[in-house]
């Protein structure tokens, strides 16, 4: 059973977000599945852009996730987040809280292992030679917008700003993904895995390899009968284990990654060659895909107030 703790501060705005019937139905109607917003207007009896509106004030409250799938043109699928929600009446002891957060472009690997089929686009053109592991080596790489291979891993090094002394309470990345398969193909499942600082946090089965119509942002030269869009993956590590969008995958914590033991901070994703669904991994960039963002990772930590 997933739950959402909140103290009575949080609570405020998602009490405003459920003081609505419409709202209150629609959470409702997710807990019998993922539902798109035409359904659930369906099931409610109001127009679509009032739908829409109260899917969107859910999302923003995070009680609800929505991503793009394949259909009659790219359409938006709500799922529900969590099963209960408990408000803690007793504050926490106060705080200081800050966070870091760094934006890595996909073609900043440190080490890669990949096997055919494999490729790099530039926002322009193709890099190097498609299908040839080499090219994952090229100086151009750093200007990748699409990267693609059929097993094997890329390893990013990002930063380490963790301040010496803190209580580090969550690690945060986003990454849009899919699977890979020859042009594409909706249906093409892949166990996805990431590692951070050589632990891992467990995987993610991407259901398909998304085309055959235009990504948001990619680029006309891409023809649509090739990969086009992923989807927008949230992976989060706290005190209690590991997460994707907000459903636990490993008892895998933040202590577990030792985070203050080395200068930077080691996350590697890819396709284990044992894995059940061996189908392949697509990175995008943010000028490729729906989402204009490249690799983000985001560290809570705080530090207890000292009373004078």
């Not at 739950?3 to 209150?24: N, P, S, V, W, Y």
């Not at 987040?81 to 957060?101: A, F, G, H, M, W």
């Not at 080499?134 to 990013?156: D, H, M, N, T």
């Amino acid at each position: 059973m997933r739950t959402l703790q909140l103290t009575l501060h949080e609570a405020i705005e998602i009490c405003k977000t459920l003081g609505h019937e419409q709202r209150m139905q629609i959470i409702k109607i997710l807990a019998d599945g993922p539902k798109n917003v035409n359904e659930l207007s369906d099931r409610l009896g109001i127009p679509f852009s009032t739908a829409a509106v109260n899917v969107k004030k859910l999302e923003e409250a995070g009680l609800i996730s929505t991503e793009m799938v394949p259909g009659r043109g790219s359409q938006k699928i709500n799922t529900k987040l969590y099963d209960r929600i408990i408000i803690n009446l007793e504050e926490p002891k106060q705080v200081n809280e800050d966070s870091v957060t760094f934006e890595m472009p996909i073609g900043e690997y440190v080490n890669c292992e990949v096997d055919p089929s494999c490729g790099l686009l530039g926002d322009q053109e193709i890099i190097h030679i498609l299908d040839d592991p080499r090219s994952f080596y090229e100086p151009e790489r750093k200007k990748a917008q699409l990267i693609w291979f059929r097993s094997g891993f890329v390893e990013y090094h990002f930063p380490n700003r963790i301040p010496y002394g803190v209580n580090i309470e969550e690690l945060y990345f986003s990454v849009e993904i899919c699977s890979e398969a020859p042009y594409h193909k909706a249906d093409w499942p892949s166990d996805i895995t990431c590692w951070v600082n050589d632990k891992e946090l467990g995987y993610w089965t991407s259901p398909g390899d998304f085309g055959g119509e235009r990504g948001f942002l990619t680029p006309s030269w891409w023809e649509t009968h090739n990969t086009q869009y992923g989807l927008l993956k949230k992976w989060k590590v706290n005190h209690e284990g590991s997460f994707i969008d907000g459903v636990k995958i490993s008892n895998t914590t933040i202590e577990d990654l030792e985070l203050l033991e080395k200068p930077y901070i080691s996350l590697r994703l890819g396709v284990k060659k044992d894995s059940v669904n061996m189908g392949g991994i697509n990175l995008f960039g943010s000028q490729f895909g729906n989402y204009e963002q490249d690799l983000i990772m985001k560290i809570k930590y705080s530090l207890p107030l000292v009373n004078e």
